[in-house]
């Protein structure tokens, strides 16, 4: 069964910086591309970043670019987004999902505020 | 960026209708659209992907079609559990998502 699960998030003031990670299992990980997804409270979904099986390609929403760092360690079957200079808009609910987007985990919240 | 319109953003139905839901590309996106159910508290589902294939599981009362920049989505035959938001998503160049359609019971 493929399995996706999201860790890392909570309370963060602005200006400060926190980490996501995702766990894959269930299936070849190094073989997939893999995406992070966010959802505001609320809100319809935003795809936030995208990094290919290889590390290779990468790819930002232009609302994170410079301040999002999406990376893997395939060794680890994990996935991770470096979230530097956060904004109250940066609340969301972020999802791990495979490249088709056909697997997602349950979400890590992230909330900024003072 | 692809800028993707979807329509209507609400839409009252009752069990047994048959809906149809629209997505339109700011520019030509071959067939790389796919479509998603969302419940709420839940993780979104995927449907349909290039367009009009369903993925496994998606029962036969769900259909896409479209290609270039106008595609749509049809429930043929509501039931219970499809009231939800749906959403398109464009993967051709990078991904945009929809803005989203609230179905609710009428």
């Known amino acids: 069964e493929v399995q996706l699960v999201e860790s890392g998030g909570g309370l963060v003031q602005p200006g400060r910086s926190l980490k996501l990670s995702c766990v894959a299992s269930g299936f070849t990980f190094s073989n997939y591309g893999m995406n992070w997804i966010r959802q505001a409270p609320g809100k319809g979904l935003e795809w936030v970043a995208y990094i290919s099986s290889g590390s290779s390609y990468i790819y930002y929403a232009e609302t994170v670019k410079g301040r999002f760092t999406i990376s893997r360690d395939n060794a680890k079957n994990t996935l991770y987004l470096q979230m530097t200079s956060l904004r109250s808009e940066d609340t969301a609910l972020y999802y791990c999902a495979r490249k088709l987007m056909d697997a997602w985990g349950q979400g890590a919240s992230v909330t900024v505020s003072s | 960026a692809i800028q993707v319109t979807q329509s209507p953003t609400s839409l009252s139905a009752s069990l047994g209708d048959r809906v149809t839901l629209t997505c339109r590309a700011s520019?030509?996106?071959?067939?790389?659209m796919a479509w998603y159910q969302q419940k709420p508290g839940e993780v979104p589902q995927l449907l349909i992907y290039?367009?009009?294939t369903l993925q496994s599981g998606t029962p036969s009362r769900f259909s896409g079609s479209g290609a270039g920049t106008d595609f749509s989505f049809t429930i043929s035959h509501l039931q219970s559990e499809d009231f939800a938001t749906y959403y398109c998503?464009?993967?051709?160049?990078?991904?945009?998502f929809g803005g989203g359609t609230k179905l609710e019971l009428k």
């Open positions: 998503l464009q993967g051709y160049s990078l991904w945009t």
């Open positions: 520019q030509d996106i071959n067939n790389k």
């Open positions: 290039y367009a009009s």
